[in-house]
């Protein structure tokens, strides 16, 4: 008999659900090496795909797409804290979920917003974060990591002008390269607080690219994520700030890895790939279009120019998805990579869905779901951003999707989530 169970709709009545999805086989021990020694990284012209210089060893995918999942933190709930005030993480859990992602072939993109990134998690907590990741990372062959950096320990009312913001930047920046890790220069609340100008930021970037010890990845976050970086690279317009943002990337085209962006609008998203210069890689961020840019179009003399690689909190959530999907793309089954992927899209959508900033919750939420961690409990709380009835939709879009990797625990779990709102 089919599982199913009750849930209620948006107007809060019950009805009877009943699960219909497949569980996708998760690949244990794979790990995609396809970033890992980018000099080695070779095109195939035919394909304008990136080609992992060790594919063909045993064990290890061909992803022709760089992938990395943000990843979330597990709080502790057992800690005896003040939950809204202070950060307590779950190390063991934490990280091993790390190894989880790692044992797929994603890479994981470290201390960013999905890990509650100046949002519960502050920069002490995150660097010690970075640094055991890091020193897990070294068991895995072939692990990525790369690690946000940015200046959220920098309140931005105390932030008097760029200077301080460039200190800021170079504090983390210090800390994270002295670990041996790879950056992600996360964008700033403070600056875009106290920059006036597109002149303020390329004066920032110019500082902080041109001391980089190996290429970076930039970090666009639309204010759809974060209401405090309105007015990004200095100006509303966003084709405006875009020009910015190519330009400091041109002049420091060999201290940028590439430019994650997320904007939630795949045109934007395409038009700026398309000018990227050679070599120069666009991660997409966007939750809502993932499967047709990493798909991409093939357009383009410069095989960056005809896709993006990934770097999505909606991995996290969706990891094993992710995995089989980017599989099928490197064999060249475009159709079977769009039937696995395609069905996450949904999902993904309902997670991240305006107030967006509240997407770390979903993506929590399926991970408690799929028995990655024993509770459903959040740094500052933040189980608590979301409603029932969109609990329940996640629910079955997870389902459709073909995410719930352990069916009869997500029911089980459901049900105790059901029951705590009052319903048996």
Same mark, same amino acid.
């Given at each position: 008999m089919a599982l199913s169970i009750r849930l209620p709709d948006a107007q809060g009545r019950l009805e009877t659900y009943a699960l219909q999805g497949h569980v996708i086989p998760a690949k244990p021990g794979m790990q995609s090496t396809s970033s890992v020694i980018p000099q080695q990284i070779s095109v195939n012209p035919a394909q304008t795909s990136v080609i992992p210089a060790q594919a063909g060893i045993q064990?290890?995918?061909?992803?022709?797409?760089?992938?990395?999942?943000?990843? $979330?933190?597990?709080?502790?709930?057992?800690?005896?804290?003040?939950?809204?005030?202070?950060?307590?993480?779950?190390?063991?859990?934490?990280?091993?979920?790390?190894?989880?992602? =790692?044992?797929?072939?994603?890479?994981?993109?470290?201390? !960013?917003?999905?890990?509650?990134?100046? !949002?519960?998690?502050? =920069?002490?907590?995150?660097?010690?974060? @970075?640094?055991?990741?890091l020193d897990a990372a070294r068991d895995v062959p072939g692990a990525m990591v790369a690690s946000g950096c940015g200046t959220d320990h920098l309140a931005p009312d105390n932030a008097r002008d760029v200077d301080d913001v460039i200190r800021a930047y170079e504090e983390q920046m210090a800390a994270i390269e002295k670990l041996g890790g790879k950056l992600i220069v996360m964008a700033s609340r403070a600056l875009a607080r106290v920059a006036r100008t597109p002149a303020d930021y390329e004066k920032v970037y110019d500082r902080i690219l041109s001391q980089a010890?190996?290429?970076?990845?930039? $970090?666009?976050?639309?204010?759809?994520?974060? &209401?405090?970086?309105?007015?990004?690279?200095?100006s509303n317009d966003v084709d405006a700030?875009?020009?910015?943002?190519?330009?400091?990337?041109?002049?420091?085209?060999?201290?940028?890895?590439?430019?994650k962006i997320s904007l939630l609008d795949k045109g934007k998203e395409i038009a700026m790939r398309r000018r990227l210069p050679p070599g120069v890689r666009m991660y997409t961020g966007d939750d809502f279009n993932y499967a047709e840019l990493i798909a991409g179009d093939g357009f383009g003399s410069e095989p960056t120019h005809g896709k993006s690689d990934a770097l999505l909190g909606i991995f996290d959530a969706i990891a094993p998805a992710a995995s089989a999907a980017l599989s099928e793309l490197a064999n060249g089954? @475009?159709?079977? *990579? $769009? %039937?696995?992927?395609?069905?996450? #899209? &949904?999902?993904?959508?309902?997670?991240?869905?305006?107030?967006?900033?509240?997407?770390?919750?979903?993506?929590?939420? !399926?991970?408690?779901?799929?028995?990655?961690?024993? $509770?459903?409990?959040? #740094?500052?709380?933040?189980?608590?951003?979301?409603?029932? &009835?969109? *609990?329940?939709?996640?629910?079955?879009?997870?389902?459709?999707?073909?995410?719930?990797?352990?069916?009869?625990? %997500? #029911?089980?779990?459901?049900?105790?989530?059901?029951?705590l709102h009052g319903i048996e």
């Open positions: 064990g290890v995918p061909t992803f022709t797409r760089i992938a990395y999942s943000a990843a $979330h933190v597990v709080a502790d709930p057992t800690a005896a804290i003040d939950p809204w005030l202070q950060c307590a993480v779950d190390w063991d859990a934490t990280i091993a979920y790390r190894r989880h992602l =790692w044992s797929l072939g994603l890479g994981v993109a470290e201390a !960013m917003d999905t890990a509650q990134r100046g !949002m519960g998690l502050d =920069w002490p907590t995150s660097l010690e974060l @970075i640094r055991r990741s010890h190996e290429p970076v990845i930039l $970090h666009w976050l639309g204010d759809m994520f974060d &209401p405090a970086l309105t007015g990004y690279w200095g700030a875009m020009n910015t943002a190519l330009g400091i990337i041109a002049a420091h085209r060999d201290k940028v890895d590439g430019i089954n @475009i159709e079977r *990579f $769009h %039937a696995i992927l395609g069905p996450t #899209v &949904p999902l993904s959508r309902h997670i991240f869905a305006a107030p967006t900033r509240f997407y770390k919750t979903g993506v929590v939420f !399926m991970a408690w779901l799929n028995g990655h961690q024993s $509770h459903f409990t959040m #740094v500052g709380g933040q189980q608590s951003t979301r409603s029932l &009835p969109h *609990f329940a939709e996640l629910f079955r879009l997870a389902d459709a999707a073909n995410v719930l990797e352990q069916p009869e625990l %997500a #029911v089980r779990r459901m049900k105790t989530l059901l029951a």
